[in-house]
């Protein structure tokens, strides 16, 4: 791309908020920054944001603090200083990662600076709908907003081939293009005097096989069948030890449950990691990444464990066992504890077996971002030519029509809120 042109990247989460797609919106605006463009990221207020460490700008608009109720600050998608901000840039093309909130902000900005809407699709919604909203009326009429905001744009990227069947699912009758996200984490391993650094303190015994888990703790990730495995091997008399690093709404149920198994004490709960190096140490202290879950559409964790030379044990067919070939690279079971428990048990004792896994897997899966986002860059200009060749359909929408969609979007979080609300005080002692 130019270097006088921009790329607007649109995200509803950003840091200080952790999660996978503000980890790959920081990436890409990093690596765009890196190859000489120009990369502006637009997202909600945080009352903690330190925005000025980064080397590109940061523009926020007005938010609502829901963070007690679904774990996010929701952005309220109008801002006249967003508008008059990008005005002044050279916008050639606006990339939003999330379908609701910021596509919405992005089909605002298209109509601002006549540059083309990218959306990538990186999460299975229709989960996170359900985990929310737990009324089927409810669900339907989310699903049937979000596939319209997914249609407004001019492009759609999926992170996967399983995302792009989920999206499919959901409703969206378009094309997409597979575009994967890469790793931050350097090929190789690191020294073992970090990983002693990183790792001081927990009971980690010399020669016990370690088994990690990274990831958000939310039952929905496979947790439990990682805990009725492990309870089983436990039985047998094997020792092990097995570290989950991350937090979320079910962590300290999650916690309670390994106590229940009778795995408690073999169980290290990290909590959240933001330090890199840090992370980077846990997977090099661990002999096999367990992810039993099919929520994700990419699994950026499998891709950081292969960057460290560790194999990882998946669940057939889930998009996060993509690349994987079984006893290769990797290792695929059944969505049940009976099949992982059976896959452990096969390999234990077999660390040779599983450290060659996690070398092939290096060199089979692993993906920077340095080359997932040159790939996107490549395909911006793409996109670019497509917009001004007049080969997309006409998107124009009135800015009084937008407007009333932010307000139909208010107006459902508000009802949001007010059921929330409305639970807490008929169930809650």
Request: proline share 4%.
């Amino acid at each position: 791309m130019k270097t006088n042109q921009a790329v607007c990247l649109l995200n509803d989460s950003f840091p200080p908020l952790i999660d996978g797609v503000a980890n790959a919106v920081v990436n890409y605006a990093e690596q765009i920054t890196k190859a000489g463009a120009q990369a502006v990221v637009v997202t909600p207020n945080h009352p903690d944001a330190e925005d000025s460490r980064f080397p590109y700008p940061i523009v926020r608009y007005p938010s609502i603090d829901i963070r007690r109720k679904v774990g996010y600050l929701a952005g309220v998608p109008f801002s006249p200083e967003v508008a008059s901000y990008v005005t002044q840039e050279k916008i050639a093309i606006l990339h939003s990662h999330c379908p609701i909130v910021s596509t919405l902000m992005a089909r605002q900005l298209r109509q601002i600076t006549d540059a083309p809407l990218v959306m990538t699709y990186h999460t299975k919604f229709d989960i996170e709908i359900s985990n929310i909203l737990h009324n089927k009326l409810l669900q339907s009429g989310s699903r049937k907003a979000l596939v319209k905001n997914i249609n407004a744009c001019d492009e759609i990227w999926v992170v996967s081939k399983g995302a792009g069947e989920n999206l499919s699912e959901l409703g969206y009758e378009g094309d997409f293009v597979v575009m994967p996200n890469g790793v931050d984490f350097p090929h190789g391993r690191v020294s073992k005097e970090a990983v002693s650094q990183a790792t001081e303190g927990y009971d980690l015994p010399d020669g016990v096989t370690v088994f990690l888990f990274v990831g958000r703790m939310r039952w929905y990730k496979g947790q439990r069948i990682i805990l009725d495995a492990l309870s089983k091997i436990a039985t047998e008399g094997h020792d092990f030890r097995m570290v989950f690093v991350g937090s979320g709404s079910d962590e300290e149920e999650i916690k309670a449950y390994a106590q229940e198994c009778g795995v408690g004490k073999k169980c290290i709960f990290t909590g959240a990691i933001a330090q890199r190096e840090t992370l980077r140490a846990w997977y090099c202290r661990s002999d096999l990444f367990l992810f039993p879950s099919t929520f994700d559409t990419n699994g950026l964790v499998v891709r950081e464990a292969a960057a460290c030379s560790v194999a990882s044990v998946l669940i057939r067919g889930s998009c996060a066992a993509e690349g994987i070939t079984d006893g290769r690279n990797g290792y695929l079971i059944e969505e049940n504890a009976e099949s992982l428990t059976e896959c452990l048990l096969a390999l234990w004792n077999k660390r040779d077996l599983m450290h060659r896994a996690g070398e092939l897997a290096n060199q089979e899966i692993y993906i920077s971002w340095e080359t997932a986002v040159h790939a996107a860059m490549e395909r911006y200009e793409i996109v670019i030519d497509r917009y001004k060749s007049g080969l997309y359909p006409s998107r124009w929408e009135p800015m009084d029509v937008l407007l009333k969609a932010n307000g139909e979007l208010m107006e459902d979080l508000g009802h949001l809120m007010a059921l929330r609300r409305e639970m807490r005080h008929h169930f809650e002692p």
